[in-house]
């Protein structure tokens, strides 16, 4: 069964170090998400990503984040100077034309 | 815009049982999509269910069903024969249209399946 792929499964970085989060979807799909969950908390929307360009993005998704997909299959997030709320269980997910959106396992970021 | 509601933060049955988790909706839309999501404690989001508006039949997956009511916007799932390794989160979610959508998620039901 198809599954989207995300690495590394635990990232722990220096606090204001940049991190690249990585994504591969399923590779039919035609829409891309970032989500993240803190700890204990409710699944938050980032950003969506269709045709090569961002569609819609949250509150959240401020200058330090930013997302590419670089070769048409890999689809990163990339967190600039990251802050200890930074934190958080990242996830990726992909829709096809069955409307069912599968996630990666996600990527834990610990900031320190 | 959407809000997903999960009013119940935990609950717990016996093994073998059937437990109902619950989940209200709010939206103008009249075509969109509703998901299940389990998280276990590994923390992956594992699709569970999936119903489309426009269908008036409840969707099934082997033990798991939904009760879609349209009208009163709810989508409550079902676990029938309940076992040890549906202990989970569950989450309700809402997307307004495929395509270019985001999923909006509920609280959570925390499972507990008792041996």
């Known amino acids: 069964e198809p599954e989207v792929t995300q690495t590394p499964s635990h990232q722990v970085t220096q606090m204001g170090q940049e991190v690249i989060l990585r994504c591969v979807p399923i590779?039919?799909?035609?829409?891309f998400y970032w989500y993240r969950q803190i700890l204990g908390q409710k699944v938050e929307f980032l950003v969506s990503f269709y045709n090569n360009e961002i569609s819609e993005k949250s509150e959240i998704f401020d200058d330090q984040f930013s997302v590419e997909r670089p070769d048409g299959s890999n689809f990163t997030l990339k967190i600039r100077s990251t802050k200890l709320e930074d934190s958080a269980m990242y996830f990726c997910?992909?829709?096809?034309?069955?409307?069912?959106?599968?996630f990666g396992q996600g990527t834990r970021l610990t900031v320190v | 815009a959407q809000t997903v509601t999960q009013s119940q933060p935990e609950m717990s049955v016996q093994e073998a049982e059937t437990v109902t988790l619950s989940c209200t909706y709010d939206t103008s839309e009249n075509n969109y999509y509703l998901f299940w999501y389990k998280q276990p404690p590994s923390r992956q989001m594992i699709l569970v269910i999936r119903?489309?508006?426009?269908?008036?039949q409840n969707a099934t997956e082997n033990r798991f069903s939904v009760n879609f009511q349209k009208a009163a916007k709810s989508f409550s799932l079902k676990i029938s024969d309940s076992q040890l390794g549906d202990t989970a989160m569950y989450f309700c979610a809402f997307m307004p249209n495929f395509g270019n959508e985001k999923l909006t998620f509920g609280t959570g039901t925390r499972l507990t399946i008792i041996p």
């Open positions: 997910a992909s829709i096809g034309r069955e409307v069912e959106a599968f």
């Open positions: 119903q489309e508006a426009y269908k008036q």
């Open positions: 590779s039919n799909h035609l829409y």
